[in-house]
């Protein structure tokens, strides 16, 4: 029985879809704009010779092809010569929003057909009676920040009167979430996981979608935020692919931070890890041990939260090689009948004005030992990576999304 391999490089878009005008984002391309920059002679601290994207491993696969298909045009240092040794396609969104539950949900087979709510306001983002009952029910000496900021600004702009108040930093983005950040050692990660906790209850009732503990360590205005991050995440509004694939007795093994994506459920193994190099290697550690029939879910968070929205090309650049040059690790492990679905959930260009997430086509590149190349085409909907899925599991069917025909 084939096993699949879902790995979701965190915001690779490929090319504004037809709606971006309404999010702003005409003209955004995540992947594209590295690779011009690159190309362009561009440097950097993570990248300080310049010199063109080389990601031959993913090119070859078709991630230059599936761009051409969203942008029409080829961007420089993504073409490769001869067939693709996988199927590739350019996928659009059909949720309403662009975050990172809803990417993830629709890609396993459950488009949001309604709006999050959100913290709109740049500064005094929460309603008062929202802090005053967090503050009540988590026994809590006020808070900080109430605005909508960087993490890794608000936290150095506010640790020292944090850390001397003992008030947690409350912050949102253009996300449908609240974060709150906190000291390890003075503050403690349980208890901030606790007032998260208490906060997801209350954010109910304005529609949001995450809560997100954010702890840091560090002194004088020179603080960092760690690995212990966690998403308290709204459950998903109906079964997904994760959920169909467990009650069917297969083995569903989220790493990093898919299990707080979709609320812990429909898994029946999770792995935490931090970093991209942390989250391949756990990946290729279970491509070793799952049984037939498994799905491994990994979200390479990275991408996202250290090069796309801190707008580092140079970083996002870097990434994407070191990415491309373990991949023949992982194609070493796979078995006959295995197939691996390299995908994104948005975009967020690293050269696009202000930190948000932009609204793009991703990625649908499949491939395996038995899986002969071809263009799957445009599809208007991230639910069809999901019901490929499940048709080759040989799963029931999912309620949205075309199975791609990889035959």
Known sequence: ??????????????????DASSFGDVGADT??????????????????????????????????RASELATNRQAPGLSHNGPSKGRFAACAEKSFGKDTPSGHWEMAGLPVAFDWGYF?????????????????EADLPGTLGNKAASGTDIINELGDAHKISGKPICYTSADSVLQIAAHEETFGVERLYRVCDIARKLVDDYNIGRVIAR??????????????RRDIATPPPGPTLLDIAANAGREVISIGKIADIFAHRGLTKK??????????????????????????FTNFVDFDQEYGHRRNPAGYAVALER?????????????????????????????????????????FLL???????????????FADIGQTIASYLDLPELAHGVAADIT
Request: charged letters at 20%; glycine letters at 14%.
């Open 1 to 18: 029985m084939p096993r699949t391999l879902i790995l979701v490089l965190d915001s690779l878009g490929i090319g504004a879809t037809p």
């Open 31 to 64: 992947l594209g704009h590295i690779a011009d920059w690159c190309a362009g002679g561009g440097t950097g601290p993570d990248r300080p010779a310049p010199g063109m994207l080389h990601i031959p491993n993913l090119c070859e696969l078709g991630l230059g």
């Open 120 to 136: 709109g306001q740049s500064d005094n983002s929460f309603p008062s009676e929202l802090l005053d009952a967090l503050c009540a």
């Open 215 to 228: 702890p840091f360590l560090g002194n004088d205005g020179d603080y960092k935020r760690t690995g212990n």
């Open 271 to 296: 792995i935490k890890a931090t970093g991209n190099r942390a989250l391949f290697d756990a990946t290729l550690a279970e491509t070793e041990t799952a049984p037939d029939g498994a799905i491994i």
């Open 323 to 363: 990415f491309d040059r373990s991949l023949p690790k992982l194609t070493a492990k796979l078995k006959r009948d295995d197939i691996v679905v390299i995908t994104a959930d948005h975009g967020c260009d690293p050269t696009w004005p202000g930190n948000d997430h932009t609204r793009e086509y991703v990625p």
């Open 367 to 381: 491939f395996g030992p038995s899986i002969t190349g071809g263009n799957m085409g445009v599809r208007d909907s």
